[in-house]
């Protein structure tokens, strides 16, 4: 597909309502409860079940008694491997097989469904599903096992090695040198939304109302699945508490619920309890990353390598990409990325916010760190010194970069001339503080995507595209870019999303859901423009748009007008050249403050700054809260997240929000997050680059560089905890 135009008209070039930070057009739904989640949905007849998890690591079912269970009153159906149909296979991105047969792959992997007429009963019995194991070994901790990591192949990711020049001997020459490894932990995406399903069958058409970030691609593996054509699936998504990944794929709950409810002819509703998310889904492999840095006496890179381990079960492809940042951050012309995997018998290891990057540059970012001290120079002016011209690895320009002047505009308004060098020196009471800062970077994707409009007689606009809002604020953006382009006031539209009904898009993840959904958006609007010109019988080159009117020259008409049934345009947009010949990111630069107690190293964050580029911003309100969430989300990397794997039985031992910890209010003091003005023109027509993971990447590291200035404590194994600063 070569789709991806920057010509596009100028329509949102004007001073219109793109940009302007509107409240969530959503917001009200949701304070009143008036937005349905997936497992609020109301049908009548609906059935429940609750899913019965594996509790060994691996090895087979040796006897699985349901008698007990198939005797609680309420309980119509218990399903296991014994009268579940057969399915189709595939990696987590392809299929979801679920009670496969008698084999135990990973701890909490589901071993039966009880179904029954109440959510309790259904609990209640699946508690006395008597399953007996035999056990076999595994393998489960990703340090013990890096014997076994071979070279990934995933077909949608890049490469997992990359090289150039003469790495090897440029490190070993350069005067100058860094060699740390760094260490990130087990990661669950911890939503607010468990996952949930209401399946329904209308004849062989399937119906499922289900929290999923992808809504065609959970189509596609849902049909492989359980052997349907697509076309007979229909996902409806319209609200989503929180993904950050972890709903991007397909989960046991949408499968289990469908198979229960053909079976029994009636709806089945299912939810994963909080303990269950944490095996039952997916979630971000621990990572250990060597991170090479060789340099002149100047701080200029002569070579630059990273190498990294993460974890997956055997018939998985997916790696934690986390060097893949460093293939375009840094200039240098020796470089060298590797990425191994490592078979694990745990639960299937997939993408989390930012997937790659976010662990990625805690790594980096904190060597650069180091090599910064080294070479006793400020970290902001190494990262001048190492400003590429052009992407090193790729040699072709980047579409817009803007690092610097996130660096130096943050600098300013942080106060960071007023840090001093020398760790341990700023002391407030009994806390010693330290600033540290780190660059950000997220590649900006496109994916293919569809949507259509409509302007209907009583002069109010429809949109319609399967795409997801996630929390992020899909609906009002595709709201503000329908409104500018058709001159509507924001309250004059409807945005419909979350259904497969709609025109086909990307969804949400990997931060291209704005760019691309909003793009798709902005082909159909130019489209219904053109419509509109040519039925008022003007040029829409010179057509204005406002106030529901259509003018040109001295002539003004009512777009109601024109509209005798309604009008209806749709629009596409997919990668396609310029998405080869630029290299496109966008780009920040975290600063962080934080107070260590002398004493007892308790560690405090005090205050943080994000300063980002990231093309046309679509809302300042939605853009910010992102960014601020992701740093949050940083925050909680660099301090508090971690699950803990028992290495003798491969289970996560912290598997829920009291001990699995993630950031609280009082953890977040003074934040703030700006962009700065930029437009990409190369990204997509909206000239815009993704947002949705920009804010984690680097925000970790520069936690832990100003915990290093603060106390002298550098920690290389995450999440900084007060007992590695003892
Ligand atoms: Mo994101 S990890 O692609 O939801």
């Known amino acids: 597909m070569e789709m991806n135009s920057p010509v596009g008209s100028n329509a949102l070039d004007t001073e219109g309502v793109v940009g302007k930070p509107l409240d969530r057009v959503d917001g009200p739904l949701k304070v009143t409860g008036g937005a349905r989640y997936a497992y609020e949905v109301q049908q009548q007849n609906a059935l429940y079940g609750f899913v019965v998890e594996a509790s060994i690591g691996k090895g087979t079912i040796r006897s699985l008694d349901t008698r007990a269970a198939e005797n609680t009153p309420g309980v119509v159906l218990v ?210 990353q060597r991170v090479r840095l060789g340099t002149d006496r100047d701080g200029r890179m002569l070579a630059i390598g990273h190498d990294v381990f993460s974890g997956n079960l055997p018939s998985e492809q997916t790696y934690e990409g986390a060097a893949l940042q460093t293939r375009t951050l840094y200039a ?135 795409m997801t809002d996630i929390g992020t604020g899909t609906y009002t953006i595709l709201a503000q870019i329908t409104a500018e382009m058709l001159g509507l006031p924001t309250d004059r539209v409807r945005v419909e999303l979350g259904d ?47 106030d529901g009117r259509i003018a040109s020259g001295e002539r003004s008409i009512k777009l109601t007008d024109l509209v005798d049934t309604g009008i209806e345009a749709d629009g596409e947009i997919g990668p396609g050249r310029n998405n080869k010949e630029f290299s496109q990111q966008s780009y920040g630069a975290h600063f962080a403050e934080v107070g260590v107690d002398a004493d007892t190293g308790e560690l405090r964050l005090r205050r943080m700054l994000g300063v980002f580029t990231a093309g046309r911003v679509l809302n300042a309100k939605t853009a910010r809260s992102q960014a601020i969430g992701g740093m949050v989300f940083g925050v909680g990397a660099a301090l508090h997240e971690a699950m803990t794997l028992d290495p003798r039985f491969g289970y996560f031992v912290n598997r829920d929000l009291a001990e699995y910890l993630v950031p609280v209010h009082a953890d977040i003091p003074a934040i703030d997050a700006i962009f700065l003005p930029e437009l990409d023109q190369q990204s997509n027509p909206l000239k815009s680059k993704g947002i949705g993971e920009l804010g984690i990447c680097g925000a970790g590291a520069s936690l832990a560089n100003a915990i290093y200035n603060a106390c002298g404590a550098r920690v290389r194994d995450f999440p900084v905890t007060l007992d590695k600063l003892l």
């Open 332 to 466: 240098g012309a020796n470089r060298l990325t590797r990425h191994r995997l490592a078979p694990l018998d745990i639960p299937v290891a997939s993408s989390m916010r930012a997937p790659g990057e976010s662990v990625g540059l805690m790594a980096l970012e904190c060597a650069m760190d180091e090599l910064a001290e080294k070479l006793n120079l400020d970290p902001i002016e190494l990262r001048l010194r190492n400003e590429p011209s052009e992407d090193p690895e790729q040699h072709i320009p980047y579409s817009s970069r803007h690092l610097v002047a996130c660096m130096q505009e943050g600098a300013r308004l942080f106060g960071w001339d007023k840090r001093n060098a020398k760790p341990g020196q700023v002391r407030d009471g009994r806390w010693l503080v330290g600033m540290g800062m780190a660059a950000a970077t997220r590649g900006n994707p496109l994916r293919p995507s569809s949507a259509s409009v409509r302007l209907n007689p009583d002069g109010t606009a429809t949109v319609q595209m399967a």
């Open 79 to 288: 399903l296991t491997h014994r009268n579940a149909p057969t399915q189709g296979t595939g990696n987590h991105r392809e299929a979801h097989p679920v009670l496969t047969g008698p084999q135990v792959t990973y701890y909490g992997q589901p071993v039966a469904f009880v179904v029954a007429e109440s959510f309790e009963q259904a609990r209640a019995a699946a508690y006395l599903v008597d399953v007996k194991y035999d056990r076999s070994s595994g393998k489960y901790a990703l340090r013990q096992n890096l014997d076994q990591a071979r070279v990934p192949h995933p077909d949608d990711a890049p490469a997992a090695d990359s090289a150039v020049g003469d790495f090897a001997g440029a490190f070993a020459g350069a005067p100058v040198q860094v060699d740390v490894t760094y260490t990130t932990p087990l990661q669950s995406h911890a939503m607010m939304e468990p996952h949930a399903t209401l399946a329904m069958w209308d004849g062989d058409r399937l119906i499922l109302h289900t929290a999923n970030q992808m809504l065609n691609q959970g189509q596609k593996v849902i049909a492989t699945t359980l052997k349907i054509p697509v076309e007979n699936i229909r996902l409806i998504s319209p609200f989503i508490g929180g993904g950050f990944g972890g709903k991007l794929w397909v989960n046991a709950d949408a499968i289990l619920a469908a198979i229960a409810s053909r079976q029994l002819k009636q709806p089945v509703k299912t939810a994963l309890t909080r303990q269950q998310i944490f095996h039952v889904t997916t979630h971000r492999s621990d990572t250990i």
């Open 500 to 546: 497969t009904n709609f025109p086909e898009a990307a969804g949400s993840g990997g931060s291209w859901g704005a760019g691309s959904s909003g793009s798709a958006l902005f082909e159909a609007c130019e489209s219904l423009r053109e419509k509109l010109a040519q039925q008022a019988g003007m040029d829409v080159k010179t057509a204005r748009f406002a």
